[in-house]
């Protein structure tokens, strides 16, 4: 067989989320940015193949849901049928083990239910295959070898090789979802996949209730006398024992700077 | 006549102490002398009835208007406190558990080589986990990759991490674990497992390697991770003691369920350690990492626009103020330092920066790791916005302004002078790296 006469295949793992303030069901957010990072590779590849599958069923609630991922230009969606309350992983795992594609997409969690961000983690420990978060590009594929960028705290990025097949899990820094359209949003079949459903057992013993908000950290002062606790109440910035460099040439003050700089490790 | 030691039990003489009290006594300046034990009168001593005792006409000075004045800040008491009291108001309490009941496992994320302060908020979480039984303590164990840049090496290194609770520690420093090496941290973190098999495991649930490293630890050890913490409280009916509370549905939810043995926690989940100081004992493991790991590789961080990155995440801010006249300098030396710019507010309001670029309360508050403020007097208003910066490096040409009292490092001098010889200093040593890589590659 050529290696080039089958495409390269990406199952993009998606969710139904949960509009934050009205509560409606929508497409989850890092879901249908991943969704967008896996229609992006056609950029890189001649021959691609994108494969949706939610975990879940199909009711009135969350068909705008569903549809809505259609609507970003697909034909057909696997529901991987589950009823309420299942542990989606095995029924996953099964589903991506029995035709293994290169590629998972996945958002980093979700937007309803316990929402930990486990899954991509759980789905990669029962394939063995490697894991990379926050993904934010793909920046080639080549002879089953990934290079990818990866999303770090502060706006860096770091560039990773990653060798396939793999899963990879997108956060908020990743490009925006396009917007979804209305035609192919209805026109988009829902085709379905029955498979055994294992009940998450845990999570009925577990109780759910709204967000309630955190108490906000109190200062705690621990001042033996009454001049102190006034100190304390009463504190402007203070010098915190720093180092103040006066009567120096700029040279010698550029100096002292440079050495804080090189010592934090922000210079590159 | 009595020895330190004998001070140190309250000997009372009732008819002194009278003495002491009456003014008009003739005996009254001898006795005071006496019970001041050197110093020309006494200022403070135990009462009739255990309390202390003042006299504030021997306490104080006289005022350049005449009148007495008396500094109650401590500074000025005479009758030194005796050395025993002194060490005890110095040092913590120290804590040493020999033979721990069980272990805590911490994964500080040590961002920048230092426990942050989530870390320490974590590391109190440990603490209440591990001394929640008094006749059978814990210890917590830290595991940290990387080096460690706080306090030094040694002595101080152990202070500082046993001020913020930690009894054991694994230190890994093996180049396999640098970078976005998640397979060799967690055969790391597994091995211990296998080996100290800790009660708990604790991450931080943050986006600087905690909450990744977390998770995968959960699966490998094939336990439900409780992520997103946030309250842990005692609760009997619970199978290891605890139960806490999470955010689930992107933080929409609170999650109340026993806690597990794998928990990634929010910060400010507790208060950080402050009273007590611990052992810090390093513990070595022999780790074997497993050979054919290179299925993900790092290839480094990418240069990334500094310009692009938004104020509030920015690691490295080089920020301008009023003392800067030389606006097209600033700019070079933010581009040639690679940091990202900020603003004071008159910066802004005089047009020499867009309004995005502003710190401070009305503008955006920062959370660099190195903020470089330039001309920059420290209003109040300024200084909130840069509350969560760990290093602030001030260039100004007043030394007394706030600014300056703020800065772990302040030169004084005039902002383009310096700004220039920086830029300069940087590209010679940037020059000379190149120089020595194309000779080495040669
Ligand atoms: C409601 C309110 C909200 C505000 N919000 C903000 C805010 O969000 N952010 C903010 O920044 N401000 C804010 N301000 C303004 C704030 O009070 C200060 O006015 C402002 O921060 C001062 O800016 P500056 O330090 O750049 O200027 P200045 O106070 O004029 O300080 C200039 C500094 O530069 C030094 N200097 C002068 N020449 C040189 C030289 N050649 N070399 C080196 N140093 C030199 C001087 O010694 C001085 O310390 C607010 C004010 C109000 C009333």
Known sequence: MQPDSRPFEVAVLLSVGRHPLTGRARRADHDARGLELALGLSRNLDRLQVRVLHAGHHDADNDAALRGYLGMGLEALTLVEQPAGADVIPALADVLAMAPPQLVVTGSRAECGEGSGLVPYALAERLGWPLVNGVVEVESIDKGVATLLQALPRGQRRRLTVRLPAILSVDAAAPAARQSAFGPAQRGALDSLQEVAIIDEELTEWTFSPARRRPKRLKIIKATSARERFKAAAAKAEGGGGQVLSNVTPEQGAEAVYKLLEEEGVLR | ?442
């Open chain 2, 1 to 442: 006549m009595t020895g330190d030691v004998m001070t140190e039990i309250p000997r009372r003489d009732p008819r002194r102490e009278w003495i002491a009290r009456n003014r008009l006594h003739p005996d009254h300046d001898r006795v005071l002398a006496e019970l001041g034990q050197g110093s020309a009168a006494a200022i403070e001593w135990m009462g009739p009835h255990g309390v202390m005792r003042k006299n504030p006409h021997a306490a104080g000075f006289i005022g350049p208007n005449g009148l007495r004045r008396i500094d109650r800040s401590g500074l000025q008491q005479g009758g030194a406190p005796s050395a025993a009291a002194r060490g005890r108001q110095e040092s913590r309490r120290r804590v040493e558990i020999a033979s721990p009941a069980f272990l805590i496992a911490v994964v500080p994320e040590m961002s920048g080589g230092r426990l942050s302060h989530h870390d320490r908020d974590l590391l109190g979480l440990a603490r209440q986990l591990a001394d929640a039984d008094p006749e059978r303590p814990g210890a917590v164990l830290a595991v940290f990759f990387g080096s460690y840049k706080g306090e030094g090496e040694g002595e101080p290194k152990e202070r500082a991490l046993g001020e913020a609770g930690i009894d054991r520690l694994l230190h890994l420093t093996s180049d396999e674990y640098d970078g976005f090496a998640p397979q060799a941290r967690i055969a790391a973190l597994a091995a211990a497992e296998r080996e100290l098999s800790p009660r708990h495991w604790l991450l931080p649930d943050s986006p600087l390697g905690g909450a990744d490293l977390g998770r995968r630890l959960a699966v490998r050890l094939d336990e439900r991770a409780a992520t997103g913490v946030w309250q842990v409280e005692a609760d009997e009916t619970c199978m290891l003691g605890w139960r806490c509370t999470a955010r689930g549905a992107a933080g929409s939810l609170d999650i109340q369920r026993p806690l597990p043995r794998v928990a990634l926690v929010l910060a400010e989940c507790a208060e950080p350690v402050s009273e007590t100081l611990h052992a810090a004992e390093e513990l070595a493991l022999n780790i074997e990492l497993p050979a054919n790991l290179a299925r993900i590789e790092d290839l480094g961080q990418v240069a990334v626009d500094p310009g692009s990155v938004s104020l509030g995440e920015a690691e490295f801010i080089l920020s301008a103020g009023n003392g800067v006249s030389d606006w097209d300098g600033f700019h070079h030396a933010a581009r040639c330092l690679r940091a990202t710019e900020g603003a004071s507010r008159v910066a802004v309001d005089n047009g020499f920066m867009p309004r995005d670029r502003q710190v401070g309360a009305t503008g955006t508050w920062v959370t660099a790791r190195v903020y470089v403020a330039v001309g920059i007097s420290g209003a109040i208003q300024h200084l909130q916005g840069i509350q969560s910066c760990e290093k602030v490096v001030a260039i100004n040409s007043d030394p007394g302004c706030d600014m300056v009292k703020r800065a772990d490092l302040a030169v004084i001098a005039d902002a383009s002078e310096v700004l220039a010889a920086l830029v300069d200093l940087v590209e010679s040593r940037r020059s000379q790296a190149n120089r020595g890589e194309s000779r080495d590659a040669a």
